[in-house]
Every structure is written in C-alpha cells, then in structure tokens.
C-alpha cells in the first residue's frame, strides 16, 4: 500500500486525465475544487490536534487538499495543459512510490545508528509539521516559483515516511 493513499489515487487519476483527456481539466469547476480543498486541509489540521486518530490522515488529507488548490488556483496563470499538470502529479506518485518502498517498508532491515540518525532527522525543528505545512501553503500562493511547490511536499512526503517508518519500531 502506498504511504499516502488518497493523495496518490488522486494523482493517478491527475496523471490520466491530463495525458488521455487534456480538456477535462478545463471543464471541473473551480470553485467546489477550491472550497474541497481548503476543507481537506482544514479538516487535516482538526484531525492532527485529535491525538486518537491515526496522523496519516491528517498528512493525507493535507496533500489532497493541497492538490485541489493547487490544480484550481494555478490555472489562473497556466494553461490546462501546461506540462506541470501532468509532470507534478506523475512526480508524486514516483516519491509515494519510492517512499514506500525505501522506507517505510524496510525498517526492519536498519540498524541501530541508522534509527538513530531517523529518530534525529524526524525531531529535528525544521522538520516539524506545521513549519512544512506552512511552506507548503507558502508554495501554493508563489506561483510564479512553479518548482517550490513540489519540493515543499516532498518534503512533508518525506516527513510522514519516517514517522511511519518509527511507528513500525
């Protein structure tokens, strides 16, 4: 199972329209996508706070949300099919992919400096949830920086791999 399901089914569906059917990109409406969105990412910080439910929901939820606004509000200034509409989302499945297979799978197979180094890397202050979901929001408004937006959620990618991988252990 990938590390985060809903956010890479729904690139995978991005990843088909946009390559076999380059006008249903123009054709959603903007405005539901906009409001789901923001929801999703509102309903991820609400789910983050509540300590009983699982945080991959709220990661999940998050990047789902994020990729909704992200598909309506950079169509204001690139065309429907622009290659990030269909590079980005081929380039999440990939990191979800490898993320899944090169981290989250294999904890069993790292030692103890290794889990170290993992335990130091995921407390450490620049990796903390709400500073990466700050600049990933930061990413969504500058989008004339079209590169920041996928760097800043690998990195929350990246992020929840190695709390699921130190959840395993």
């Not at 930061?138 to 996928?150: G, H, I, T």
Request: charged share 15%; hydrophobic share 55%.
């Amino acid at each position: 199972m990938p590390v985060l399901p809903l956010f890479t089914l729904f690139n995978i569906i991005l990843i088909l329209a946009a390559w076999q059917r380059p006008n249903v990109l123009e054709s959603i409406n903007q405005l539901q996508f906009l409001i789901l969105g923001l929801c999703l990412i509102s309903l991820s910080g609400a789910l983050s706070l509540i300590k009983r439910v699982d945080f991959g929901w709220a990661y999940d939820l998050f990047l789902l949300g994020g990729s909704l606004v992200w598909l309506v509000y950079w169509r204001e200034i690139y065309r429907p099919d622009a290659p990030l509409f269909k590079f980005y989302p081929a380039y999440f499945v990939l990191v979800s992919f490898v993320l899944t297979r090169l981290v989250a799978d294999q904890f069993q197979r790292l030692d103890t400096e290794q889990v170290k180094l993992l335990r130091l890397i995921y407390g450490h202050a620049l990796a903390h949830p709400a500073l990466l979901a700050g600049f990933t929001l930061a990413s969504l408004y500058y989008r004339e920086w079209y590169v920041v937006y996928p760097i800043a959620v690998s990195f929350v990618c990246i992020r929840y791999a190695f709390a699921e991988c130190l959840r395993q252990g």
